[in-house]
Protein backbone atom coordinates (compact mmCIF):
# COMPACT_ATOMS: atom_id res chain seq x y z
CA UNK A 1 0.00 0.00 0.00
CA UNK A 2 2.33 2.55 1.04
CA UNK A 3 4.32 1.88 -2.64
CA UNK A 4 0.84 2.53 -4.21
CA UNK A 5 0.11 5.56 -2.06
CA UNK A 6 3.32 6.91 -2.66
CA UNK A 7 3.26 6.81 -6.60
CA UNK A 8 -0.15 8.53 -6.10
CA UNK A 9 1.05 11.03 -4.16
CA UNK A 10 4.15 11.79 -6.58
CA UNK A 11 2.07 12.08 -9.84
CA UNK A 12 -0.60 14.33 -7.87
CA UNK A 13 2.47 16.52 -6.55
CA UNK A 14 3.96 17.00 -10.12
CA UNK A 15 0.48 17.74 -11.70
CA UNK A 16 -1.04 19.91 -9.36
CA UNK A 17 0.64 21.75 -6.29
CA UNK A 18 0.43 25.51 -6.38
CA UNK A 19 2.53 27.13 -3.87
CA UNK A 20 -1.09 28.48 -1.95
CA UNK A 21 -1.71 27.76 1.72
CA UNK A 22 -2.45 25.53 3.07
CA UNK A 23 0.21 23.72 1.32
CA UNK A 24 1.59 22.13 -1.77
CA UNK A 25 1.30 18.51 -0.48
CA UNK A 26 -2.07 19.54 1.01
CA UNK A 27 -3.37 20.50 -2.91
CA UNK A 28 -1.84 17.37 -4.04
CA UNK A 29 -3.68 15.23 -1.43
CA UNK A 30 -6.65 17.05 -3.20
CA UNK A 31 -5.59 15.94 -6.19
CA UNK A 32 -5.20 12.48 -5.11
CA UNK A 33 -8.47 12.23 -3.80
CA UNK A 34 -9.80 13.38 -7.45
CA UNK A 35 -7.78 10.07 -8.88
CA UNK A 36 -8.80 7.87 -6.57
CA UNK A 37 -12.72 9.28 -7.69
CA UNK A 38 -12.14 8.06 -11.18
CA UNK A 39 -11.94 4.31 -10.15
CA UNK A 40 -15.84 4.53 -9.61
CA UNK A 41 -16.28 6.13 -12.80
CA UNK A 42 -14.30 3.63 -14.59
CA UNK A 43 -16.59 0.84 -12.76
CA UNK A 44 -19.64 2.39 -14.09
CA UNK A 45 -18.94 2.94 -17.10
CA UNK A 46 -17.51 -0.67 -17.91
CA UNK A 47 -21.18 -1.88 -16.92
CA UNK A 48 -23.12 0.85 -18.88
CA UNK A 49 -20.86 -0.53 -21.79
CA UNK A 50 -21.80 -4.33 -20.65
CA UNK A 51 -25.56 -3.57 -20.65
CA UNK A 52 -25.65 -2.25 -24.13
CA UNK A 53 -25.02 -5.16 -25.42
CA UNK A 54 -26.71 -7.43 -22.46
CA UNK A 55 -29.69 -5.38 -21.67
CA UNK A 56 -31.35 -6.81 -18.31
CA UNK A 57 -30.23 -10.36 -19.42
CA UNK A 58 -28.88 -10.95 -15.73
CA UNK A 59 -27.53 -14.90 -15.26
CA UNK A 60 -24.86 -15.62 -13.28
CA UNK A 61 -21.82 -13.92 -15.62
CA UNK A 62 -23.35 -10.83 -16.03
CA UNK A 63 -23.93 -10.30 -12.02
CA UNK A 64 -20.45 -11.49 -11.37
CA UNK A 65 -19.13 -8.80 -14.01
CA UNK A 66 -21.49 -6.29 -12.11
CA UNK A 67 -20.30 -7.36 -8.44
CA UNK A 68 -17.00 -7.55 -9.63
CA UNK A 69 -16.95 -4.01 -11.39
CA UNK A 70 -18.28 -2.51 -8.00
CA UNK A 71 -15.72 -4.60 -5.29
CA UNK A 72 -13.08 -3.38 -7.45
CA UNK A 73 -13.43 -0.41 -8.75
CA UNK A 74 -15.57 0.93 -5.99
CA UNK A 75 -13.93 -0.38 -3.12
CA UNK A 76 -11.06 -1.92 -3.25
CA UNK A 77 -8.71 0.11 -5.11
CA UNK A 78 -9.84 3.50 -3.93
CA UNK A 79 -9.68 1.93 -0.20
CA UNK A 80 -6.20 0.53 -1.24
CA UNK A 81 -4.85 3.80 -2.54
CA UNK A 82 -6.32 5.90 0.81
CA UNK A 83 -4.58 3.34 3.05
CA UNK A 84 -1.48 4.00 0.82
CA UNK A 85 -1.88 7.49 1.38
CA UNK A 86 -1.99 7.88 4.91
CA UNK A 87 0.79 4.66 5.43
CA UNK A 88 3.06 7.79 3.49
CA UNK A 89 2.59 10.55 5.76
CA UNK A 90 2.43 8.40 8.81
CA UNK A 91 5.87 7.11 8.12
CA UNK A 92 7.38 9.66 7.19
CA UNK A 93 6.31 11.24 10.72
CA UNK A 94 7.68 8.53 11.99
CA UNK A 95 11.09 8.48 9.92
CA UNK A 96 10.28 5.19 7.78
CA UNK A 97 10.86 4.77 4.37
CA UNK A 98 7.69 6.45 2.67
CA UNK A 99 8.57 5.83 -1.23
CA UNK A 100 9.19 9.40 -1.89
CA UNK A 101 12.49 10.56 -2.89
CA UNK A 102 14.06 13.32 -0.55
CA UNK A 103 13.60 15.93 -2.05
CA UNK A 104 10.14 15.24 -1.68
CA UNK A 105 10.40 14.09 2.02
CA UNK A 106 11.96 17.45 2.70
CA UNK A 107 9.28 19.12 1.48
CA UNK A 108 6.59 17.12 3.08
CA UNK A 109 9.01 18.14 6.48
CA UNK A 110 8.39 22.34 5.89
CA UNK A 111 5.61 24.26 7.61
CA UNK A 112 3.20 26.15 5.78
CA UNK A 113 0.91 28.54 6.46
CA UNK A 114 -1.52 27.53 9.27
CA UNK A 115 -1.48 24.08 9.17
CA UNK A 116 2.18 24.06 10.53
CA UNK A 117 4.79 21.79 9.08
CA UNK A 118 2.78 19.16 6.87
CA UNK A 119 4.07 15.72 8.22
CA UNK A 120 2.75 16.51 11.34
CA UNK A 121 -0.76 17.60 9.74
CA UNK A 122 -0.83 14.32 8.07
CA UNK A 123 1.12 11.71 9.95
CA UNK A 124 0.27 12.40 13.36
CA UNK A 125 -3.48 13.41 13.13
CA UNK A 126 -6.02 11.31 15.02
CA UNK A 127 -8.05 8.46 13.11
CA UNK A 128 -11.43 9.09 11.53
CA UNK A 129 -13.24 6.74 14.21
CA UNK A 130 -11.20 8.59 16.99
CA UNK A 131 -12.08 11.86 16.07
CA UNK A 132 -16.16 10.79 15.62
CA UNK A 133 -16.25 8.43 18.21
CA UNK A 134 -14.19 10.87 20.82
CA UNK A 135 -14.75 14.11 19.95
CA UNK A 136 -12.41 16.51 21.26
CA UNK A 137 -11.96 20.62 20.47
CA UNK A 138 -13.71 23.77 20.16
CA UNK A 139 -16.78 23.79 18.48
CA UNK A 140 -15.94 25.73 15.07
CA UNK A 141 -13.40 23.20 14.54
CA UNK A 142 -14.96 20.24 16.03
CA UNK A 143 -18.49 20.82 13.47
CA UNK A 144 -15.86 21.54 10.03
CA UNK A 145 -14.41 18.09 11.23
CA UNK A 146 -18.24 16.35 11.33
CA UNK A 147 -18.40 18.48 7.84
CA UNK A 148 -15.79 17.35 6.25
CA UNK A 149 -15.59 13.36 7.51
CA UNK A 150 -19.74 12.69 7.41
CA UNK A 151 -21.24 15.72 5.02
CA UNK A 152 -19.20 14.90 2.24
CA UNK A 153 -19.01 11.41 2.38
CA UNK A 154 -22.91 11.71 2.39
CA UNK A 155 -22.96 14.06 -0.59
CA UNK A 156 -20.23 11.81 -2.41
CA UNK A 157 -22.61 8.53 -1.75
CA UNK A 158 -25.61 10.80 -3.09
CA UNK A 159 -23.81 11.02 -6.44
CA UNK A 160 -22.47 7.15 -6.32
CA UNK A 161 -26.09 6.41 -5.74
CA UNK A 162 -27.18 8.30 -9.14
CA UNK A 163 -24.09 6.67 -11.22
CA UNK A 164 -24.86 3.50 -10.24
CA UNK A 165 -28.64 4.04 -11.68
CA UNK A 166 -27.70 5.79 -14.68
CA UNK A 167 -25.53 2.76 -15.28
CA UNK A 168 -28.46 0.38 -14.52
CA UNK A 169 -31.13 2.50 -16.70
CA UNK A 170 -34.25 0.44 -18.59
CA UNK A 171 -33.83 -2.11 -15.91
CA UNK A 172 -34.33 -3.21 -12.47
CA UNK A 173 -33.40 -1.33 -9.48
CA UNK A 174 -31.56 -4.21 -7.62
CA UNK A 175 -28.45 -4.43 -9.78
CA UNK A 176 -27.57 -1.08 -8.59
CA UNK A 177 -27.32 -1.96 -5.25
CA UNK A 178 -23.78 -3.77 -6.14
CA UNK A 179 -22.47 -0.75 -7.53
CA UNK A 180 -23.04 1.62 -3.97
CA UNK A 181 -23.32 -0.82 -1.62
CA UNK A 182 -18.96 -1.17 -2.03
CA UNK A 183 -18.84 2.74 -1.47
CA UNK A 184 -20.63 2.01 1.68
CA UNK A 185 -17.59 0.00 2.64
CA UNK A 186 -14.81 2.35 1.41
CA UNK A 187 -16.51 4.95 4.16
CA UNK A 188 -16.01 2.39 6.95
CA UNK A 189 -13.15 0.89 5.84
CA UNK A 190 -11.75 4.65 5.13
CA UNK A 191 -12.14 5.14 9.15
CA UNK A 192 -8.80 4.05 9.95
CA UNK A 193 -7.30 6.75 8.00
CA UNK A 194 -6.26 9.57 9.47
CA UNK A 195 -9.08 12.10 9.41
CA UNK A 196 -7.17 15.36 8.00
CA UNK A 197 -5.77 12.99 5.22
CA UNK A 198 -9.19 11.44 4.80
CA UNK A 199 -10.93 14.93 4.47
CA UNK A 200 -8.94 15.92 1.87
CA UNK A 201 -8.88 13.16 -0.19
CA UNK A 202 -12.79 13.03 0.09
CA UNK A 203 -12.99 16.84 -0.72
CA UNK A 204 -10.64 16.01 -4.40
CA UNK A 205 -13.21 12.78 -4.72
CA UNK A 206 -16.24 14.73 -4.50
CA UNK A 207 -16.01 17.07 -7.96
CA UNK A 208 -15.04 13.92 -9.76
CA UNK A 209 -18.21 11.83 -8.62
CA UNK A 210 -20.00 14.88 -9.56
CA UNK A 211 -18.73 14.74 -13.28
CA UNK A 212 -18.62 11.13 -13.06
CA UNK A 213 -22.53 11.64 -14.70
CA UNK A 214 -21.54 13.18 -18.03
CA UNK A 215 -20.23 10.24 -19.50
CA UNK A 216 -22.69 7.85 -18.31
CA UNK A 217 -25.69 10.13 -19.58
CA UNK A 218 -23.02 10.63 -23.31
CA UNK A 219 -22.97 6.26 -23.11
CA UNK A 220 -26.94 6.10 -22.57
CA UNK A 221 -28.85 2.99 -21.47
CA UNK A 222 -29.32 -0.09 -23.62
CA UNK A 223 -31.87 0.32 -26.96
CA UNK A 224 -35.46 -0.78 -26.08
CA UNK A 225 -34.76 -3.70 -28.68
CA UNK A 226 -31.76 -4.87 -26.35
CA UNK A 227 -33.98 -4.75 -23.88
CA UNK A 228 -36.80 -6.77 -25.22
CA UNK A 229 -34.77 -9.11 -26.84
CA UNK A 230 -33.29 -9.67 -23.01
CA UNK A 231 -36.56 -10.71 -21.88
CA UNK A 232 -37.07 -13.47 -24.73
CA UNK A 233 -36.02 -17.08 -24.01
CA UNK A 234 -34.23 -18.58 -26.11
CA UNK A 235 -36.22 -21.13 -28.37
CA UNK A 236 -35.12 -24.53 -27.63
CA UNK A 237 -34.64 -27.17 -30.58
CA UNK A 238 -37.48 -29.45 -31.02
CA UNK A 239 -36.08 -33.16 -30.00
CA UNK A 240 -35.13 -35.25 -32.65
CA UNK A 241 -38.01 -37.72 -33.71
CA UNK A 242 -37.16 -40.96 -33.63
CA UNK A 243 -38.84 -42.86 -36.84
CA UNK A 244 -41.98 -45.25 -35.78
CA UNK A 245 -42.24 -48.67 -37.70
CA UNK A 246 -46.21 -49.26 -38.17
CA UNK A 247 -47.67 -52.33 -39.52
CA UNK A 248 -48.58 -52.14 -43.37
CA UNK A 249 -52.15 -52.78 -41.85
CA UNK A 250 -52.34 -49.11 -39.90
CA UNK A 251 -50.11 -47.67 -42.90
CA UNK A 252 -52.96 -48.47 -44.80
CA UNK A 253 -55.56 -46.66 -42.88
CA UNK A 254 -54.11 -43.74 -42.80
CA UNK A 255 -55.78 -40.76 -44.07
CA UNK A 256 -54.70 -39.00 -47.43
CA UNK A 257 -52.26 -35.78 -46.81
CA UNK A 258 -54.26 -32.80 -46.54
CA UNK A 259 -55.14 -30.43 -49.80
CA UNK A 260 -56.08 -26.69 -48.86
CA UNK A 261 -59.26 -25.66 -50.16
CA UNK A 262 -59.24 -22.98 -52.97
CA UNK A 263 -59.80 -19.40 -52.49
CA UNK A 264 -63.09 -18.29 -52.18
CA UNK A 265 -64.93 -16.78 -54.29
CA UNK A 266 -65.46 -12.93 -54.40
CA UNK A 267 -68.87 -12.25 -52.64
CA UNK A 268 -72.15 -11.67 -54.28
CA UNK A 269 -75.03 -10.03 -52.94
CA UNK A 270 -78.43 -12.29 -52.09
CA UNK A 271 -79.92 -9.92 -55.53
CA UNK A 272 -77.40 -11.13 -57.39
CA UNK A 273 -77.43 -14.04 -59.85
CA UNK A 274 -73.87 -16.43 -60.73
CA UNK A 275 -73.70 -18.72 -63.16
CA UNK A 276 -75.56 -22.17 -62.70
CA UNK A 277 -73.28 -24.75 -61.78
CA UNK A 278 -73.28 -28.06 -63.42
CA UNK A 279 -75.00 -30.61 -61.34
CA UNK A 280 -73.63 -34.14 -61.21
CA UNK A 281 -75.17 -35.77 -58.46
CA UNK A 282 -78.33 -35.50 -56.93
CA UNK A 283 -78.51 -32.48 -54.33
CA UNK A 284 -78.14 -33.77 -50.96
CA UNK A 285 -80.07 -31.99 -47.80
CA UNK A 286 -78.42 -29.84 -45.51
CA UNK A 287 -78.20 -31.40 -42.16
CA UNK A 288 -80.13 -30.18 -39.38
CA UNK A 289 -77.75 -27.45 -37.72
CA UNK A 290 -76.81 -28.01 -34.44
CA UNK A 291 -78.47 -25.21 -32.23
CA UNK A 292 -76.43 -24.61 -29.05
CA UNK A 293 -73.43 -24.76 -31.34
CA UNK A 294 -74.75 -21.70 -33.29
CA UNK A 295 -76.02 -19.75 -29.62
CA UNK A 296 -72.47 -20.37 -28.88
CA UNK A 297 -70.92 -19.01 -31.74
CA UNK A 298 -72.37 -15.76 -31.66
CA UNK A 299 -72.09 -15.46 -27.85
CA UNK A 300 -68.33 -15.80 -28.02
CA UNK A 301 -65.79 -14.33 -31.36
CA UNK A 302 -64.07 -17.03 -32.71
CA UNK A 303 -63.68 -18.31 -36.53
CA UNK A 304 -66.50 -16.45 -38.85
CA UNK A 305 -69.34 -18.40 -40.49
CA UNK A 306 -67.63 -18.58 -43.87
CA UNK A 307 -69.09 -20.88 -46.50
CA UNK A 308 -67.31 -23.93 -47.53
CA UNK A 309 -65.25 -23.85 -50.59
CA UNK A 310 -66.40 -24.26 -54.05
CA UNK A 311 -69.25 -21.61 -53.94
CA UNK A 312 -70.36 -18.28 -52.49
CA UNK A 313 -69.80 -16.99 -49.11
CA UNK A 314 -72.70 -18.42 -47.11
CA UNK A 315 -74.38 -15.69 -44.51
CA UNK A 316 -76.19 -16.75 -41.34
CA UNK A 317 -79.13 -15.68 -42.25
CA UNK A 318 -80.75 -14.07 -45.30
CA UNK A 319 -81.30 -11.05 -43.86
CA UNK A 320 -80.56 -8.47 -40.95
CA UNK A 321 -83.11 -6.32 -39.83
CA UNK A 322 -86.50 -7.78 -38.68
CA UNK A 323 -88.60 -6.50 -41.84
CA UNK A 324 -85.85 -8.38 -44.12
CA UNK A 325 -86.95 -12.01 -42.21
CA UNK A 326 -83.86 -11.27 -39.69
CA UNK A 327 -83.53 -11.08 -36.42
CA UNK A 328 -81.90 -7.32 -35.43
CA UNK A 329 -84.27 -4.51 -34.19
CA UNK A 330 -82.67 -0.91 -35.01
CA UNK A 331 -82.72 1.18 -32.13
CA UNK A 332 -80.92 3.97 -33.37
CA UNK A 333 -77.81 5.39 -35.21
CA UNK A 334 -74.89 5.63 -32.94
CA UNK A 335 -72.61 7.24 -35.74
CA UNK A 336 -71.26 7.41 -39.15
CA UNK A 337 -67.24 6.76 -40.60
CA UNK A 338 -65.27 5.42 -43.41
CA UNK A 339 -67.23 2.70 -44.96
CA UNK A 340 -70.34 2.33 -42.92
CA UNK A 341 -73.31 3.42 -40.65
CA UNK A 342 -73.33 1.95 -36.93
CA UNK A 343 -76.61 1.24 -35.56
CA UNK A 344 -78.17 0.22 -32.28
CA UNK A 345 -79.52 -2.92 -32.45
CA UNK A 346 -81.72 -5.53 -30.73
CA UNK A 347 -80.74 -9.04 -30.90
CA UNK A 348 -84.50 -10.75 -30.46
CA UNK A 349 -83.09 -14.20 -31.05
CA UNK A 350 -80.39 -13.60 -27.90
CA UNK A 351 -82.26 -11.21 -25.92
CA UNK A 352 -79.05 -8.66 -26.02
CA UNK A 353 -77.91 -5.12 -27.37
CA UNK A 354 -75.27 -5.07 -29.86
CA UNK A 355 -73.56 -2.52 -32.68
CA UNK A 356 -74.30 -3.19 -35.81
CA UNK A 357 -72.20 -2.00 -38.82
CA UNK A 358 -73.39 -2.23 -41.88
CA UNK A 359 -71.90 -0.99 -45.12
CA UNK A 360 -73.60 1.80 -47.25
CA UNK A 361 -72.98 0.52 -50.44
CA UNK A 362 -71.38 -3.12 -51.26
CA UNK A 363 -68.90 -2.31 -53.82
CA UNK A 364 -64.95 -4.40 -53.87
CA UNK A 365 -63.61 -2.17 -51.34
CA UNK A 366 -66.38 -2.27 -48.60
CA UNK A 367 -66.66 -5.70 -48.64
CA UNK A 368 -62.91 -6.75 -48.56
CA UNK A 369 -62.84 -3.76 -45.69
CA UNK A 370 -65.95 -5.17 -44.36
CA UNK A 371 -64.72 -8.38 -43.93
CA UNK A 372 -61.08 -7.64 -42.82
CA UNK A 373 -62.36 -5.84 -40.19
CA UNK A 374 -64.34 -9.26 -39.52
CA UNK A 375 -61.60 -11.44 -39.67
CA UNK A 376 -59.25 -9.09 -37.12
CA UNK A 377 -61.79 -8.47 -34.44
CA UNK A 378 -62.86 -12.14 -34.30
CA UNK A 379 -59.21 -13.46 -34.35
CA UNK A 380 -58.57 -10.92 -31.04
CA UNK A 381 -59.77 -12.12 -27.82
CA UNK A 382 -59.36 -9.07 -25.12
CA UNK A 383 -61.37 -7.86 -22.61
CA UNK A 384 -60.12 -4.54 -23.25
CA UNK A 385 -61.15 -5.49 -27.25
CA UNK A 386 -64.33 -4.85 -28.82
CA UNK A 387 -65.83 -8.13 -29.62
CA UNK A 388 -67.08 -9.38 -33.05
CA UNK A 389 -70.10 -11.93 -32.44
CA UNK A 390 -71.58 -12.39 -36.14
CA UNK A 391 -71.67 -11.39 -39.97
CA UNK A 392 -74.63 -11.02 -41.82
CA UNK A 393 -75.61 -10.68 -45.46
CA UNK A 394 -78.03 -8.16 -46.06
CA UNK A 395 -80.05 -6.69 -49.47
CA UNK A 396 -77.85 -3.48 -48.03
CA UNK A 397 -74.54 -4.51 -48.34
CA UNK A 398 -72.81 -6.45 -45.47
CA UNK A 399 -73.00 -5.95 -41.77
CA UNK A 400 -70.65 -6.59 -38.18
CA UNK A 401 -72.34 -7.45 -35.47
CA UNK A 402 -70.12 -6.08 -32.61
CA UNK A 403 -70.38 -5.74 -28.91
CA UNK A 404 -71.81 -3.02 -27.84
CA UNK A 405 -69.95 -0.80 -24.89
CA UNK A 406 -71.76 2.06 -23.20
CA UNK A 407 -69.63 4.81 -22.74
CA UNK A 408 -67.57 8.04 -23.11
CA UNK A 409 -64.75 8.63 -25.63
CA UNK A 410 -61.89 9.32 -23.95
CA UNK A 411 -61.35 12.43 -25.76
CA UNK A 412 -65.03 13.64 -23.96
CA UNK A 413 -64.23 12.66 -20.87
CA UNK A 414 -60.60 14.21 -20.98
CA UNK A 415 -62.63 17.49 -22.16
CA UNK A 416 -64.91 17.18 -19.72
CA UNK A 417 -63.91 15.90 -16.47
CA UNK A 418 -59.70 17.33 -16.87
CA UNK A 419 -56.75 15.75 -17.82
CA UNK A 420 -55.58 12.36 -16.04
CA UNK A 421 -53.34 11.47 -13.29
CA UNK A 422 -50.11 9.47 -13.38
CA UNK A 423 -52.28 6.68 -11.94
CA UNK A 424 -55.17 6.65 -14.37
CA UNK A 425 -52.62 7.10 -16.95
CA UNK A 426 -50.63 4.42 -16.42
CA UNK A 427 -53.66 2.47 -16.53
CA UNK A 428 -54.70 2.99 -19.41
CA UNK A 429 -51.36 2.89 -20.97
CA UNK A 430 -51.18 -0.96 -19.59
CA UNK A 431 -54.50 -1.87 -20.79
CA UNK A 432 -54.45 -0.96 -24.49
CA UNK A 433 -50.86 -2.02 -24.90
CA UNK A 434 -52.81 -5.17 -23.59
CA UNK A 435 -55.39 -5.19 -26.06
CA UNK A 436 -53.07 -3.76 -28.81
CA UNK A 437 -50.15 -6.89 -28.15
CA UNK A 438 -53.39 -8.76 -28.06
CA UNK A 439 -54.19 -7.87 -31.55
CA UNK A 440 -50.40 -8.13 -33.04
CA UNK A 441 -50.30 -11.73 -31.98
CA UNK A 442 -52.36 -12.03 -34.17
CA UNK A 443 -51.18 -10.53 -36.85
CA UNK A 444 -53.56 -7.40 -36.75
CA UNK A 445 -52.24 -3.59 -37.17
CA UNK A 446 -54.88 -1.03 -35.51
CA UNK A 447 -53.74 1.48 -36.87
CA UNK A 448 -55.86 4.42 -36.00
CA UNK A 449 -55.04 4.71 -32.07
CA UNK A 450 -56.68 7.45 -30.60
CA UNK A 451 -58.99 9.10 -27.86
CA UNK A 452 -62.02 8.68 -29.89
CA UNK A 453 -60.94 4.95 -30.31
CA UNK A 454 -61.01 4.72 -26.79
CA UNK A 455 -64.09 4.17 -24.95
CA UNK A 456 -64.22 4.20 -21.33
CA UNK A 457 -67.50 2.45 -19.62
CA UNK A 458 -69.42 3.65 -16.67
CA UNK A 459 -67.20 1.70 -14.35
CA UNK A 460 -64.08 3.97 -15.40
CA UNK A 461 -62.75 1.19 -18.05
CA UNK A 462 -60.76 1.61 -21.53
CA UNK A 463 -61.88 -0.39 -23.92
CA UNK A 464 -60.12 -0.14 -27.69
CA UNK A 465 -62.71 0.05 -30.49
CA UNK A 466 -62.64 0.77 -34.65
CA UNK A 467 -60.86 -1.79 -36.03
CA UNK A 468 -62.25 -0.17 -39.50
CA UNK A 469 -59.10 0.28 -40.77
CA UNK A 470 -57.26 -2.59 -38.95
CA UNK A 471 -55.75 -5.07 -41.13
CA UNK A 472 -53.95 -8.60 -40.74
CA UNK A 473 -49.93 -8.49 -42.20
CA UNK A 474 -50.14 -9.63 -45.81
CA UNK A 475 -52.92 -8.11 -46.72
CA UNK A 476 -53.99 -5.58 -50.01
CA UNK A 477 -54.10 -2.27 -49.79
CA UNK A 478 -56.94 -0.81 -47.22
CA UNK A 479 -58.15 2.29 -49.63
CA UNK A 480 -57.88 3.68 -52.68
CA UNK A 481 -54.69 4.70 -54.25
CA UNK A 482 -52.91 7.26 -51.99
CA UNK A 483 -55.68 7.91 -49.60
CA UNK A 484 -53.84 8.31 -46.15
CA UNK A 485 -55.68 6.56 -43.69
CA UNK A 486 -56.24 7.48 -39.95
CA UNK A 487 -55.93 10.52 -37.88
CA UNK A 488 -52.96 12.90 -38.43
CA UNK A 489 -52.96 14.22 -34.80
CA UNK A 490 -52.17 11.05 -33.87
CA UNK A 491 -50.04 9.57 -36.73
CA UNK A 492 -46.76 8.31 -36.35
CA UNK A 493 -44.19 9.79 -38.46
CA UNK A 494 -43.78 7.18 -40.94
CA UNK A 495 -47.43 6.68 -41.42
CA UNK A 496 -47.61 10.31 -42.24
CA UNK A 497 -44.90 10.02 -44.57
CA UNK A 498 -46.56 7.06 -46.73
CA UNK A 499 -44.50 4.15 -45.09
CA UNK A 500 -46.20 0.87 -43.85
CA UNK A 501 -47.61 0.53 -40.85
CA UNK A 502 -46.07 -1.68 -38.04
CA UNK A 503 -46.46 -2.60 -34.54
CA UNK A 504 -44.01 0.18 -34.01
CA UNK A 505 -47.06 2.32 -35.17
CA UNK A 506 -49.77 1.59 -33.04
CA UNK A 507 -47.21 2.01 -29.71
CA UNK A 508 -46.47 5.50 -31.25
CA UNK A 509 -50.22 6.06 -31.37
CA UNK A 510 -50.77 4.80 -28.14
CA UNK A 511 -48.52 6.95 -26.92
CA UNK A 512 -50.04 10.09 -28.14
CA UNK A 513 -53.25 8.82 -26.81
CA UNK A 514 -52.00 8.47 -22.92
CA UNK A 515 -49.87 11.88 -24.06
CA UNK A 516 -53.42 13.50 -24.53
CA UNK A 517 -55.21 11.88 -21.76
CA UNK A 518 -52.14 13.66 -19.60
CA UNK A 519 -52.30 16.80 -20.98
CA UNK A 520 -55.58 17.74 -23.23
CA UNK A 521 -53.78 18.39 -26.22
CA UNK A 522 -52.01 16.04 -28.98
CA UNK A 523 -48.18 15.62 -28.35
CA UNK A 524 -47.37 17.66 -31.35
CA UNK A 525 -50.33 20.55 -30.89
CA UNK A 526 -53.26 21.46 -32.76
CA UNK A 527 -52.98 22.71 -36.60
CA UNK A 528 -55.46 24.89 -38.74
CA UNK A 529 -56.39 21.92 -40.35
CA UNK A 530 -55.57 18.00 -41.22
CA UNK A 531 -53.32 18.81 -44.08
CA UNK A 532 -51.04 20.93 -41.91
CA UNK A 533 -51.73 18.20 -39.10
CA UNK A 534 -50.53 15.84 -41.74
CA UNK A 535 -47.82 17.70 -42.96
CA UNK A 536 -46.56 18.30 -39.12
CA UNK A 537 -46.45 14.66 -38.70
CA UNK A 538 -44.58 13.40 -41.59
CA UNK A 539 -41.92 15.94 -41.04
CA UNK A 540 -41.51 14.97 -37.64
CA UNK A 541 -41.55 18.29 -36.05
CA UNK A 542 -40.87 19.09 -32.48
CA UNK A 543 -43.60 17.44 -29.72
CA UNK A 544 -44.45 20.71 -27.88
CA UNK A 545 -46.89 19.29 -25.64
CA UNK A 546 -45.86 16.28 -23.58
CA UNK A 547 -46.98 16.33 -19.72
CA UNK A 548 -43.47 17.89 -18.44
CA UNK A 549 -44.60 16.97 -15.04
CA UNK A 550 -45.30 13.42 -14.85
CA UNK A 551 -43.57 10.64 -13.70
CA UNK A 552 -44.19 9.24 -17.48
CA UNK A 553 -42.60 12.05 -19.15
CA UNK A 554 -39.36 10.04 -19.90
CA UNK A 555 -41.09 6.40 -21.18
CA UNK A 556 -43.41 9.09 -23.01
CA UNK A 557 -40.45 10.67 -24.91
CA UNK A 558 -39.27 7.34 -25.88
CA UNK A 559 -42.11 6.03 -27.31
CA UNK A 560 -42.55 8.89 -29.47
CA UNK A 561 -39.15 8.86 -30.36
CA UNK A 562 -39.30 9.46 -34.33
CA UNK A 563 -37.45 6.35 -35.45
CA UNK A 564 -39.53 3.49 -34.85
CA UNK A 565 -36.22 1.18 -34.02
CA UNK A 566 -35.66 3.56 -31.04
CA UNK A 567 -39.46 3.36 -29.08
CA UNK A 568 -40.19 0.79 -26.52
CA UNK A 569 -42.09 -2.24 -27.38
CA UNK A 570 -45.40 -2.77 -25.95
CA UNK A 571 -44.10 -5.57 -24.30
CA UNK A 572 -41.74 -3.10 -22.31
CA UNK A 573 -44.26 -0.09 -21.51
CA UNK A 574 -46.17 -3.02 -20.07
CA UNK A 575 -43.30 -4.15 -17.82
CA UNK A 576 -42.31 -0.67 -17.07
CA UNK A 577 -45.95 0.96 -16.14
CA UNK A 578 -46.93 -2.32 -14.39
CA UNK A 579 -43.54 -2.10 -11.86
CA UNK A 580 -43.97 1.83 -11.68
CA UNK A 581 -48.04 0.87 -10.52
CA UNK A 582 -46.89 -2.05 -8.08
CA UNK A 583 -44.16 0.41 -6.32
CA UNK A 584 -47.24 3.30 -6.13
CA UNK A 585 -49.20 0.61 -4.32
CA UNK A 586 -51.80 0.54 -7.34
CA UNK A 587 -52.98 -2.15 -9.53
CA UNK A 588 -52.94 -2.51 -13.31
CA UNK A 589 -56.78 -2.94 -13.13
CA UNK A 590 -59.14 -0.31 -12.33
CA UNK A 591 -60.78 2.86 -13.60
CA UNK A 592 -59.08 5.35 -15.60
CA UNK A 593 -61.93 7.64 -14.95
CA UNK A 594 -65.05 8.00 -14.05
CA UNK A 595 -68.35 8.83 -16.40
CA UNK A 596 -71.12 10.66 -14.94
CA UNK A 597 -74.72 9.96 -15.94
CA UNK A 598 -76.17 11.56 -19.24
CA UNK A 599 -73.04 10.99 -21.07
CA UNK A 600 -73.51 9.95 -24.55
CA UNK A 601 -73.40 6.54 -25.26
CA UNK A 602 -71.04 5.47 -28.10
CA UNK A 603 -69.95 1.83 -29.49
Same mark, same amino acid.
Given at each position: MVNLGSSL??????????????????? !?????????????????????????????????????????AGGFFVFLMPWLFSMGVYEVFHNIYLGEPSGLNSAEVSTVMQGDCWVGPEVEHFGRSSLVYDVLIHPSGN???????????????GLIFLFIWLQARSAMRRGPKWPARLLWLPFVLLVLGNGMVSANVASYLWLGFLPVSILGLVPLLVIGPPSWSVIERSYQKPQQPPPPQQPQQQPPQALQQQPPPYEPPPPLPPYQAPGQAGPTPTRVAPPMADPEPDRAALAKLAADPGPLPFASPGGPPRPTQTGLWQNHGGRFRKLKPLGQGGFGTVW????????????????????????? =? /????????????HPHC???????????????? /??????????DAVHEGGALGDVAAARLWVTMAGALTAAHAKGVLH???????????????????????? =????? #????? !?? /????????? !????? #???????? #??????????????????? =???????? !???????????? #??LPHRSAHLRLLTASLDADPGRRPTLAAVTREMSTWLNHSGQGAEGPVTRIMNGTRPLR
Open positions: LSFAHGIFSPDLCPGDWVW !ATVMAGALIGLFPVVGMLLVALVRKGTGNTYNAATISVIAATPILLLRILMLVGLPLARDTQLDRTVAVKLAHAPNAEAEA =R /MLREARALAAVHVRVYDIIADPDGLGIV /MEYIEGQQLARDVKPANVIVDPSGNPHLIDFGIA =RSEGD #STLTA !AG /MMVGTPDFL !APETA #SGKAATPA #SDAWQLAATVSFALTGQPP =RGVRDNAM !ASLMAAAKGEPL #SQ
